[in-house]
């Protein structure tokens, strides 16, 4: 079972950008493909973006060209890259590890979540 620990949230103005990790332990990591999900205040869980394990990444449009899922196997990390951000990207950002299944990402472990607000 893989332990999952993210890092990197925190308070950004609009425009601002931040980089999220998310560490893991207790497994072999590359087998899994990686999400990150996000929960507003609200609102339902969201995927957000995708990473294969060959590294084919997917993203939701609200996000897309503006944030950059990536892997780094070899240190057993995933990272969140956002730019530009908005209001509404403010959210407690969770890493997860899944698989697919006929095109569609299912999570199977989750870390605790970082917090992102972007706020003047």
């Known amino acids: 079972q893989v332990q999952l620990v993210e890092s990197g949230g925190g308070l950004v103005k609009p425009g601002g950008s931040l980089r999220l990790s998310c560490a893991a332990s207790g497994s072999i990591f590359n087998i899994y493909a990686m999400g990150w999900h996000r929960q507003a205040p609200g609102k339902q869980r969201e995927l957000v973006a995708t990473i294969t394990r060959t590294g084919t990444t997917n993203y939701v449009d609200s996000v897309n060209g503006r944030f950059t899922i990536s892997r780094d196997d070899a240190r057993n990390t995933v990272y969140l890259q956002m730019t530009s951000l908005k209001p509404e990207d403010t959210a407690v950002y969770y890493c997860?590890?899944?698989?697919?299944?006929?095109?569609?990402?299912?999570?199977?472990?989750w870390g605790q979540g970082t917090q992102v607000t972007v706020s003047s």
């Open positions: 997860t590890t899944g698989g697919f299944y006929s095109g569609t990402y299912y999570p199977a472990g």
